[in-house]
């Protein structure tokens, strides 16, 4: 299975979230690959070496082959998460670009053999991030709850929905402002879960915290939830059909209440 995790603005928290579903996937095998064409944070977070890779995966599958395995490129984290890390800044973009080609090929079949997450970061029109989404079971769009959020969101519908249409979550990160029902009905787009904010469980998902039981969090306990509702449910039974007539404009939250 491939999930892809993105953001469309600010930083919402879409690593953070990233590496937890990795560390804490249901089914053995799980890896989450830094997909971020902005450069990757994991490496420096937990004071890895960011080779191998995202970079070494791109040059492997640049030869052409068909089936390119994770593992030579994946590094361990201390969190118990393995990972593909991404070079910061500029370098990544090029290695996402690669991985494009062939239609995403490369993690499309790496999705077949295992569970693989995807850290996209931003998501742009015609970018990168897009077209690898475009080849993900679920994507995953992380955003906070409050109207300039989902005004964001809603902005990007129009080039996120023909392309990721029956396959695109909204994740709600942090507290206040939109309800998830609010959020659904107002973007016509699922909401996954709530995704808490949580000091401790994101310190220890930064590298920041030394949290032992940072698994018994509710940060842990949420991230657990969507892995395991990703992997038990009939997307069919999970993801109504969208119905244009539903989308009602965003509207003002104010003290929770619209207006
Ligand atoms: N659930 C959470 N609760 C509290 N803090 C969080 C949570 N998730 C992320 N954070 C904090 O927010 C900051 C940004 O997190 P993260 O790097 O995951 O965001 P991002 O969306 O990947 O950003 P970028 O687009 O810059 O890559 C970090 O300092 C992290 O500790
Ligand atoms: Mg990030």
């Not at 940072?214 to 992997?231: F, I, Y």
Request: charged share 20%; with cysteine; aromatic share 4%.
């Amino acid at each position: 299975m491939l999930i892809a995790v993105a953001s469309v603005k600010g930083a919402p928290g879409v690593t953070t979230l990233a590496l937890g579903l990795a560390a804490l996937w249901p089914e053995l095998g799980a890896v989450l690959v830094e997909c971020d064409p902005d450069g990757g944070d994991l490496a420096a977070r937990f004071g890895h070496h960011p080779d191998p890779g995202l970079a070494s995966l791109a040059a492997a599958a640049r030869t052409g082959l068909t089936q390119v395995p994770l593992a030579e490129h994946v590094q361990r984290l201390a969190v118990g998460a393995n990972v593909v890390l991404a070079p910061p800044g500029d370098g990544a973009a090029a290695a996402v670009q690669t991985l494009t080609y062939s239609g995403g090929e490369t993690l499309r079949r790496a999705g077949d053999d295992q569970p693989v997450v995807v850290d996209l970061g931003r998501l742009s029109r015609g970018g990168p991030g897009l077209a690898l989404a475009a080849v993900a079971d679920h994507v995953l769009v992380v955003a906070g709850a409050q109207l300039a959020d989902a005004t964001q969101v809603q902005a990007r519908l129009e080039w996120l929905r023909p392309e990721l249409s029956g396959r695109l979550w909204l994740v709600r990160a942090g507290d206040g402002g939109y309800s998830s029902t609010e959020l659904a009905r107002d973007l016509g787009v699922p909401v996954l879960w709530d995704l808490p904010h949580s000091r401790l469980g994101a310190g220890a998902l930064t590298g920041q915290l030394r949290v032992p039981n940072w698994r018994r969090l509710k940060l842990a306990r949420a991230v657990r939830g969507m892995a395991t509702t990703l992997t038990t449910a009939q997307p069919a039974s999970i993801l109504p059909e969208f119905d244009p007539a539903r989308q009602l404009a965003v509207r003002p939250v104010v003290e929770g209440r619209h207006r």
